[in-house]
T-cell receptor, first 116, second 114 residues
Framework: DGGITQSPKYLFRKEGQNVTLSCEQNLNHDAMYWYRQDPGQGLRLIYY???????QKGDIAEGYSVSREKKESFPLTVTSAQKNPTAFYLC???????????????FGPGTRLTVL | GQQLNQSPQSMFIQEGEDVSMNCTSSSIFNTWLWYKQDPGEGPVLLIALYKAGELTSNGRLTAQFGITRKDSFLNISASIPSDVGIYFCAGQRGYGGSQGNLIFGKGTKLSVKP
């Protein structure tokens, strides 16, 4: 089945530790995204990547880092510099937007990160 | 970052009732998307709208892309218990680069009337 997988579903981290969240897709999509969701809030964009080996900061990139070495994978690292990392993290992918393309994003199941 | 104005924030439904929610923006969008999110899960795409004035249905769901390109609504007819969840609108200003990034509303939470 084609889709987006995120692991783990739940993640606990001690304050001051870095942690990496996994996102894999087999939809052959070029673009991938990371969002953060807090209670009562919409989704906020952390980083996005339109193509392999390239990525751009979103609205709330501070304290996060990403890599895009493979088309299928876009891991997100939450660093100790992120002041309030407890949140629900969502990964998405899409065919990259170009004129004539419909850039609809499809989401993974999410990872809930809790900092103890 | 910019967010869309989505209303209502929450509403209670009784089985069989029709439900309506909308999103507005000060900016023009080229695309409107409606997603549903169940607790602890990722959003699932319900309807995508690509042209001003477009009216699209998906079963009991109907959504429209406003003529001004600054708003969209979602209607659910004859609601059933599994309709509960959070519904998000998302808009896209253009295609490619940061213009292709989605801007989300804060969601409308549907709950069952006690």
């Amino acid at each position: 089945d084609g889709g987006i997988t995120q692991s783990p579903k739940y993640l606990f981290r001690k304050e001051g530790q870095n942690v990496t969240l996994s996102c894999e897709q087999n939809l052959n999509h070029d673009a991938m995204y990371w969002y953060r969701q807090d209670p009562g809030q919409g989704l906020r964009l952390i980083y996005y990547s339109q193509i392999v080996n390239d990525f751009q900061k979103g609205d709330i990139a501070e304290g996060y880092s990403v890599s895009r070495e493979k088309k299928e994978s876009f891991p997100l690292t939450v660093t100790s510099a992120q002041k309030n990392p407890t949140a629900f993290y969502l990964c998405a992918s899409s065919i990259p937007g170009q004129r004539g393309y419909r850039d609809t994003q499809y989401f993974g199941p999410g990872t809930r990160l809790t900092v103890l | 970052g910019q967010q869309l104005n989505q209303s209502p924030q929450s509403m209670f439904i009784q089985e069989g009732e029709d439900v309506s929610m909308n999103c507005t923006s000060s900016s023009i969008f080229n695309t409107w998307l409606w997603y549903k999110q169940d607790p602890g899960e990722g959003p699932v795409l319900l309807i995508a709208l690509y042209k001003a004035g477009e009216l699209t249905s998906n079963g009991r769901l109907t959504a429209q892309f406003g003529i001004t390109r600054k708003d969209s609504f979602l209607n659910i007819s004859a609601s059933i218990p599994s309709d509960v969840g959070i519904y998000f609108c998302a808009g896209q200003r253009g295609y490619g680069g940061s213009q292709g990034n989605l801007i989300f509303g804060k969601g409308t939470k549907l709950s069952v009337k006690p």
